[in-house]
């Protein structure tokens, strides 16, 4: 079945940066919409960064200029690059697959929570 695991979340002080990673598996994700959803205590979940097969992005205004998200199609990794975090980046961070064909549907990771305080 399709997994998605995330891994690189933690504790930062404003200012600094972190990794987070994502590995897809059960499927063929070359056709696949790839995106980094948050939510925090209270709020909504929203989509912060996605990215298409053609390496094409979109961002939440929030995080222009800040964050990257990128992908390794050989690979099924997808990353998002966080720099100049800010206590309001303090969410769990998810990984989302949006898929077509034989596993169409939408998945997700079980999360990972990122911190950013002093």
């Known amino acids: 079945q399709v997994q998605l695991v995330e891994s690189g979340g933690g504790l930062v002080q404003p200012g600094g940066s972190l990794r987070l990673s994502c590995a897809a598996s059960?499927?063929?994700?070359?056709?696949?919409?790839m995106g980094w959803h948050r939510q925090a205590p209270g709020k909504q979940r929203e989509l912060v960064a996605s990215?298409?097969?053609?390496?094409?992005?979109r961002y939440v205004d929030s995080v222009k200029g800040r964050f990257t998200i990128s992908r390794d199609m050989a690979n099924d990794m997808v990353y998002l690059q966080m720099n100049s975090l800010k206590p309001e980046d303090t969410a769990v961070y998810f990984c989302?697959?949006?898929?077509?064909?034989?596993?169409?549907?939408?998945?997700w990771g079980q999360g990972t929570q990122v911190t950013v305080s002093s």
């Open positions: 990215i298409t097969s053609n390496h094409l992005t």
């Open positions: 989302n697959a949006r898929l077509w064909g034989r596993d169409s549907g939408d998945y």
């Open positions: 059960g499927a063929d994700f070359y056709g696949s919409l």
